[in-house]
């Protein structure tokens, strides 16, 4: 990968796994994501991934305009790269996950790089009351779920989003990702610094094991050389050891309530910015040094923070 002198800590504020009932801390409404997001920058995030949810109940929304009501807000209040998921929520069609994205023209959006089983109903089960009635339908409905990238789709996210300046955390979450991400490349829709986003730990992925880190950083450098920079999360109580494995050989790091309610075995989070803080915290005393977003916008070669639509 490429030579890394300081870590990227990206912060994954709300999502859409995790549902209202499952943590009285997950921001919901514009001014929490706001919040947490000013938080988590000021804890040491260089770069704030972003979902939108309906300030009412919680559930993904992926309409610009609902991200309208809180990007310009964490824009003028941080410097932070601001990342746009096209995610979005679980069983969205491609149109309304690129929505957001190619409205809002950002530095940097998500870009998952294939098709793959998302399977977190399991969830449903840990639960007997549940705050909203579209929770428990939305977690156990993915138990059938694929979650649909095929080549044409990321060939058209591709291009659309590229056409406005933006770059990508490609997210492979499996090893054929990786290839798929190649395959792109060679055909030069995408062009290096590749941000390569590898994810551990969700049921249909690949499993949550440091073995599995080893192999699927071994294959990137196979495949990309010094031409990307690896970046790690681990879901749930994977993610701060992940992390860590992740910065200390070399790679960057992601946190944030999206990816792990947890701060602690058994303990909840109170906040994005305390998982920032934590992690933050260990790589200072491993010796590694936090990239600022300006020195992160250099590592991933950007088009800065004002080339916005927002």
């Known amino acids: 990968m490429k030579k890394r002198d300081k870590v990227i800590i990206t912060c994954a504020i709300t999502g859409s796994i995790h549902t209202p009932s499952m943590s009285p801390y997950l921001p919901i409404t514009p001014d929490q994501i706001t919040a947490e997001a000013l938080a988590a920058a000021e804890a040491g995030a260089a770069m704030i991934h972003l979902h939108a949810r309906h300030p009412e109940d919680g559930r993904p929304d992926q309409s610009p305009e609902r991200f309208r009501e809180f990007m310009p807000q964490i824009k003028a209040g941080t410097d932070a790269i601001l990342n746009v998921t096209t995610g979005a929520g679980l069983g969205m069609s491609l149109e309304q996950r690129l929505a957001a994205a190619l409205s809002l023209a950002p530095e940097v959006a998500s870009m998952n790089m294939g098709s793959f089983n998302f399977n977190i109903s399991g969830a449903a089960g840990k639960r007997t009351e549940f705050l ?57 829709l995408v062009e ?14 690949i499993g949550p094991d440091p073995e599995n880190f080893m192999h699927m950083r071994s294959v990137a450098e196979r495949l990309f050389g010094d031409e990307y920079h690896l970046s790690v999360l681990g879901a749930g109580r994977h993610q701060m050891p992940f992390a860590t494995l992740s910065a200390v050989t070399g790679g960057n790091v992601r946190v944030g309530l999206e990816d792990s309610l947890l701060i602690g075995r058994g303990q909840q989070a109170v906040s994005n910015a305390e998982q920032v803080a934590k992690i933050r915290r260990i790589l200072e005393e491993l010796g590694l040094d936090i990239a600022s977003p300006t020195e992160a916008r250099a590592m991933l070669g950007t088009k800065g923070g004002y080339d916005v639509g927002f």
């Open 132 to 188: 909203h009635d579209w929770e428990k339908p939305y977690l156990e409905g993915t138990k059938d779920l694929i979650l649909s990238n095929t080549f044409a789709q990321i060939e058209h996210g591709m291009m659309a989003m590229g056409a406005n300046g933006t770059r990508f955390e490609f997210e492979c979450y499996d090893v054929a990702h990786l290839y798929n991400l190649a395959h792109f490349a060679d055909r030069k």
């Open 192 to 205: 290096p610094p590749f941000f390569v986003q590898c994810i551990f730990g969700i049921l249909g992925g």
